[in-house]
Protein backbone atom coordinates (compact mmCIF):
# COMPACT_ATOMS: atom_id res chain seq x y z
CA UNK A 1 0.00 0.00 0.00
CA UNK A 2 1.24 3.76 -0.93
CA UNK A 3 -0.12 6.71 0.34
CA UNK A 4 -0.76 9.72 -2.42
CA UNK A 5 0.04 13.03 -1.02
CA UNK A 6 0.73 16.24 -2.39
CA UNK A 7 3.99 17.56 -1.80
CA UNK A 8 4.24 20.26 1.04
CA UNK A 9 7.55 22.60 1.96
CA UNK A 10 7.95 20.29 4.87
CA UNK A 11 8.43 16.97 2.40
CA UNK A 12 10.59 18.93 -0.24
CA UNK A 13 14.49 17.76 1.26
CA UNK A 14 13.05 14.06 1.22
CA UNK A 15 11.76 14.47 -2.47
CA UNK A 16 14.95 16.50 -3.24
CA UNK A 17 17.31 14.07 -2.07
CA UNK A 18 15.39 11.21 -4.08
CA UNK A 19 15.80 13.51 -7.13
CA UNK A 20 19.54 13.44 -6.59
CA UNK A 21 19.88 9.60 -6.28
CA UNK A 22 17.37 9.21 -9.38
CA UNK A 23 19.28 11.61 -11.94
CA UNK A 24 22.74 12.30 -13.09
CA UNK A 25 24.70 14.77 -10.34
CA UNK A 26 24.60 18.48 -11.67
CA UNK A 27 20.48 18.15 -12.49
CA UNK A 28 20.13 21.27 -11.35
CA UNK A 29 22.39 22.96 -13.41
CA UNK A 30 20.49 21.71 -16.68
CA UNK A 31 18.26 25.01 -18.22
CA UNK A 32 14.82 23.74 -17.49
CA UNK A 33 15.67 24.60 -14.17
CA UNK A 34 16.53 28.01 -14.86
CA UNK A 35 12.89 28.38 -16.10
CA UNK A 36 11.40 27.39 -12.14
CA UNK A 37 14.17 29.55 -10.21
CA UNK A 38 12.38 32.07 -8.50
CA UNK A 39 8.63 30.64 -9.18
CA UNK A 40 6.65 28.35 -7.32
CA UNK A 41 5.17 24.99 -8.28
CA UNK A 42 1.86 24.36 -9.11
CA UNK A 43 1.29 22.90 -5.32
CA UNK A 44 -2.18 21.08 -6.08
CA UNK A 45 0.17 19.12 -8.77
CA UNK A 46 3.43 18.01 -7.26
CA UNK A 47 2.20 15.03 -5.63
CA UNK A 48 4.55 11.87 -3.88
CA UNK A 49 4.16 8.42 -2.91
CA UNK A 50 5.01 6.99 0.64
CA UNK A 51 5.53 3.66 1.10
CA UNK A 52 4.61 2.05 3.94
CA UNK A 53 8.09 2.58 5.73
CA UNK A 54 6.69 6.14 4.86
CA UNK A 55 9.65 6.95 2.89
CA UNK A 56 8.93 8.57 -0.42
CA UNK A 57 8.96 6.14 -3.02
CA UNK A 58 8.11 8.51 -6.12
CA UNK A 59 7.71 11.77 -7.13
CA UNK A 60 6.31 14.14 -9.65
CA UNK A 61 6.16 18.12 -9.80
CA UNK A 62 5.32 21.06 -12.18
CA UNK A 63 6.27 24.52 -12.84
CA UNK A 64 4.18 27.44 -15.20
CA UNK A 65 5.75 28.47 -17.95
CA UNK A 66 5.17 30.55 -20.88
CA UNK A 67 5.57 29.78 -24.88
CA UNK A 68 5.02 32.58 -26.54
CA UNK A 69 1.88 34.42 -24.47
CA UNK A 70 0.42 30.80 -24.12
CA UNK A 71 0.62 29.60 -20.27
CA UNK A 72 2.20 26.36 -20.34
CA UNK A 73 2.19 23.49 -17.71
CA UNK A 74 6.09 22.18 -17.57
CA UNK A 75 6.38 18.95 -16.01
CA UNK A 76 9.31 17.76 -14.11
CA UNK A 77 11.67 16.06 -13.00
CA UNK A 78 9.78 12.84 -11.43
CA UNK A 79 11.04 9.91 -10.75
CA UNK A 80 10.97 6.38 -8.78
CA UNK A 81 13.09 5.03 -6.69
CA UNK A 82 15.77 2.89 -8.29
CA UNK A 83 14.09 0.06 -5.86
CA UNK A 84 10.60 0.21 -7.18
CA UNK A 85 11.15 1.61 -10.59
CA UNK A 86 8.99 -0.17 -13.21
CA UNK A 87 6.46 -1.39 -10.72
CA UNK A 88 4.01 1.54 -12.51
CA UNK A 89 4.62 3.86 -9.87
CA UNK A 90 5.29 6.18 -12.52
CA UNK A 91 2.43 5.83 -14.74
CA UNK A 92 0.58 6.26 -11.85
CA UNK A 93 1.87 10.00 -11.08
CA UNK A 94 2.13 11.06 -14.48
CA UNK A 95 -2.14 10.08 -14.89
CA UNK A 96 -2.97 11.09 -11.72
CA UNK A 97 -1.72 14.44 -11.97
CA UNK A 98 -2.85 14.70 -15.74
CA UNK A 99 -5.91 14.20 -14.36
CA UNK A 100 -6.14 16.95 -11.62
CA UNK A 101 -4.11 19.07 -14.14
CA UNK A 102 -6.95 19.07 -16.67
CA UNK A 103 -9.85 19.27 -13.90
CA UNK A 104 -8.05 22.50 -12.78
CA UNK A 105 -8.56 23.56 -16.45
CA UNK A 106 -4.88 23.53 -17.43
CA UNK A 107 -4.78 23.11 -21.62
CA UNK A 108 -1.76 22.12 -22.38
CA UNK A 109 1.53 20.91 -21.09
CA UNK A 110 5.36 20.62 -22.15
CA UNK A 111 7.84 18.05 -20.72
CA UNK A 112 11.63 17.57 -21.82
CA UNK A 113 12.20 14.26 -21.79
CA UNK A 114 12.61 10.44 -23.38
CA UNK A 115 9.77 10.33 -26.03
CA UNK A 116 9.70 6.56 -25.81
CA UNK A 117 8.52 6.59 -22.35
CA UNK A 118 6.19 9.84 -22.41
CA UNK A 119 4.44 8.26 -25.49
CA UNK A 120 1.96 6.04 -23.98
CA UNK A 121 0.47 9.10 -22.14
CA UNK A 122 0.14 10.97 -25.32
CA UNK A 123 2.96 13.17 -25.62
CA UNK A 124 4.12 14.12 -28.73
CA UNK A 125 7.12 15.89 -30.37
CA UNK A 126 6.23 19.72 -30.02
CA UNK A 127 7.01 21.74 -33.36
CA UNK A 128 8.56 25.46 -33.22
CA UNK A 129 8.90 25.18 -29.58
CA UNK A 130 12.49 26.20 -27.86
CA UNK A 131 13.77 25.57 -24.73
CA UNK A 132 16.64 27.42 -23.37
CA UNK A 133 19.86 25.74 -25.10
CA UNK A 134 21.58 23.27 -25.02
CA UNK A 135 18.30 20.99 -25.28
CA UNK A 136 17.73 18.38 -27.62
CA UNK A 137 14.65 19.32 -29.54
CA UNK A 138 13.16 15.77 -30.39
CA UNK A 139 13.11 15.72 -26.43
CA UNK A 140 10.78 18.97 -26.26
CA UNK A 141 7.57 17.25 -25.82
CA UNK A 142 3.62 17.91 -25.36
CA UNK A 143 0.01 17.09 -24.26
CA UNK A 144 -3.07 19.19 -24.64
CA UNK A 145 -5.43 18.79 -22.03
CA UNK A 146 -8.03 20.75 -24.35
CA UNK A 147 -8.25 20.22 -27.73
CA UNK A 148 -5.89 22.38 -30.08
CA UNK A 149 -4.58 23.71 -27.28
CA UNK A 150 -1.08 23.36 -28.90
CA UNK A 151 -2.16 24.55 -32.28
CA UNK A 152 -0.70 28.06 -33.02
CA UNK A 153 2.00 27.79 -29.89
CA UNK A 154 5.39 28.31 -30.48
CA UNK A 155 8.46 30.18 -29.61
CA UNK A 156 10.91 30.64 -27.00
CA UNK A 157 9.49 28.80 -23.45
CA UNK A 158 10.29 31.51 -20.79
CA UNK A 159 9.63 31.76 -16.72
CA UNK A 160 6.47 32.58 -15.78
CA UNK A 161 6.71 36.80 -14.43
CA UNK A 162 2.50 37.45 -14.53
CA UNK A 163 2.06 38.78 -11.25
CA UNK A 164 -1.09 37.69 -10.72
CA UNK A 165 -0.27 33.83 -11.50
CA UNK A 166 2.81 33.88 -9.10
CA UNK A 167 0.84 35.48 -6.12
CA UNK A 168 -1.88 32.74 -6.86
CA UNK A 169 0.63 29.50 -7.00
CA UNK A 170 2.29 31.39 -3.75
CA UNK A 171 -0.75 31.76 -2.12
CA UNK A 172 -1.82 27.85 -2.23
CA UNK A 173 1.47 27.04 -1.87
CA UNK A 174 0.86 27.95 2.49
CA UNK A 175 -2.07 26.21 2.51
CA UNK A 176 -1.62 24.00 5.27
CA UNK A 177 -4.39 22.00 4.86
CA UNK A 178 -2.74 20.26 1.85
CA UNK A 179 -0.91 17.44 3.83
CA UNK A 180 -4.80 16.57 4.88
CA UNK A 181 -5.49 15.19 1.17
CA UNK A 182 -3.86 12.36 1.14
CA UNK A 183 -4.95 9.45 -0.01
CA UNK A 184 -4.39 5.55 -0.15
CA UNK A 185 -3.55 3.78 -3.15
CA UNK A 186 -4.40 0.20 -3.14
CA UNK A 187 -1.31 -2.37 -4.42
CA UNK A 188 -2.26 -6.13 -5.29
CA UNK A 189 0.42 -8.29 -4.43
CA UNK A 190 1.55 -9.40 -7.81
CA UNK A 191 -0.55 -7.29 -9.57
CA UNK A 192 1.03 -3.97 -8.88
CA UNK A 193 0.43 -2.07 -12.16
CA UNK A 194 -3.33 -3.06 -12.80
CA UNK A 195 -4.28 -2.32 -9.36
CA UNK A 196 -2.33 1.45 -9.64
CA UNK A 197 -3.79 1.99 -13.35
CA UNK A 198 -7.22 1.36 -12.22
CA UNK A 199 -6.47 4.11 -9.16
CA UNK A 200 -6.80 7.50 -11.37
CA UNK A 201 -9.81 9.57 -11.19
CA UNK A 202 -11.90 8.90 -14.67
CA UNK A 203 -10.55 5.62 -14.33
CA UNK A 204 -12.21 4.88 -11.34
CA UNK A 205 -15.39 6.43 -12.40
CA UNK A 206 -15.55 4.66 -15.47
CA UNK A 207 -15.52 1.56 -13.49
CA UNK A 208 -18.33 2.79 -11.23
CA UNK A 209 -20.46 3.50 -14.15
CA UNK A 210 -19.71 0.21 -15.62
CA UNK A 211 -20.47 -1.68 -12.11
CA UNK A 212 -23.69 0.43 -11.76
CA UNK A 213 -24.97 -0.28 -15.43
CA UNK A 214 -23.90 -3.83 -14.81
CA UNK A 215 -25.83 -4.31 -11.36
CA UNK A 216 -29.19 -2.44 -13.20
CA UNK A 217 -28.85 -5.19 -16.18
CA UNK A 218 -28.99 -7.59 -13.81
CA UNK A 219 -31.42 -6.82 -11.51
CA UNK A 220 -33.77 -5.33 -14.74
C1 LIG B 1 11.29 7.09 -15.84
C2 LIG B 1 10.59 6.71 -14.56
C3 LIG B 1 9.97 7.94 -13.91
C4 LIG B 1 9.46 5.72 -14.91
O1 LIG B 1 8.77 5.34 -13.74
P1 LIG B 1 8.54 3.77 -13.44
O2 LIG B 1 7.62 3.66 -12.29
O3 LIG B 1 9.85 3.11 -13.34
O4 LIG B 1 7.83 3.33 -14.81
P2 LIG B 1 6.47 2.54 -15.00
O5 LIG B 1 6.49 1.31 -14.12
O6 LIG B 1 5.32 3.46 -14.88
O7 LIG B 1 6.61 2.10 -16.50
C5 LIG B 1 7.52 1.11 -16.84
C6 LIG B 1 7.66 1.10 -18.34
O8 LIG B 1 8.32 2.31 -18.75
C7 LIG B 1 9.47 1.96 -19.52
N1 LIG B 1 10.48 3.00 -19.32
C8 LIG B 1 10.98 3.46 -18.16
N2 LIG B 1 11.89 4.43 -18.41
C9 LIG B 1 11.95 4.56 -19.75
C10 LIG B 1 12.70 5.39 -20.62
N3 LIG B 1 13.57 6.28 -20.16
N4 LIG B 1 12.49 5.26 -21.95
C11 LIG B 1 11.58 4.38 -22.43
N5 LIG B 1 10.83 3.57 -21.66
C12 LIG B 1 11.03 3.67 -20.34
C13 LIG B 1 9.87 0.59 -19.00
O9 LIG B 1 10.65 -0.09 -19.95
C14 LIG B 1 8.50 -0.07 -18.83
O10 LIG B 1 8.01 -0.46 -20.10
P3 LIG B 1 6.85 -1.58 -20.26
O11 LIG B 1 5.60 -1.03 -19.64
O12 LIG B 1 6.72 -1.74 -21.72
O13 LIG B 1 7.38 -2.79 -19.54
C15 LIG B 1 11.55 6.01 -13.53
O14 LIG B 1 12.03 4.83 -14.10
C16 LIG B 1 12.72 6.88 -13.08
O15 LIG B 1 12.62 7.56 -12.09
N6 LIG B 1 13.86 6.87 -13.79
C17 LIG B 1 15.02 7.67 -13.42
C18 LIG B 1 14.71 9.16 -13.51
C19 LIG B 1 14.18 9.55 -14.87
O16 LIG B 1 14.73 9.14 -15.91
N7 LIG B 1 13.10 10.38 -14.86
C20 LIG B 1 12.41 10.80 -16.07
C21 LIG B 1 13.03 12.00 -16.72
S1 LIG B 1 12.23 13.52 -16.22
Avoid at 23 to 41: E, I, K, M, N, Q
Avoid at 173 to 179: A, D, I, K, M, N
Wanted: net charge negative; glycine share 8%; with cysteine.
Amino acid sequence: MYELCPETPADTPEVEALYDLCFAPGRTALSSYRLRDGVPPVSELCLMLRNEADAVTAAIRYWPVRVGDALVLLLGPVAVHPIAQGEGLGGYLMRESLHRAEAMGWARVMLVGDAPYYKRFGFTKLEGVEMPPPTNPDRVLGLELQPGAWVDVRGAVTRETHPDVLAGLAEIGQTPSLRASCKPVAFIEGEPRAALRSETAAERQRTEAATHDRDKTRKA
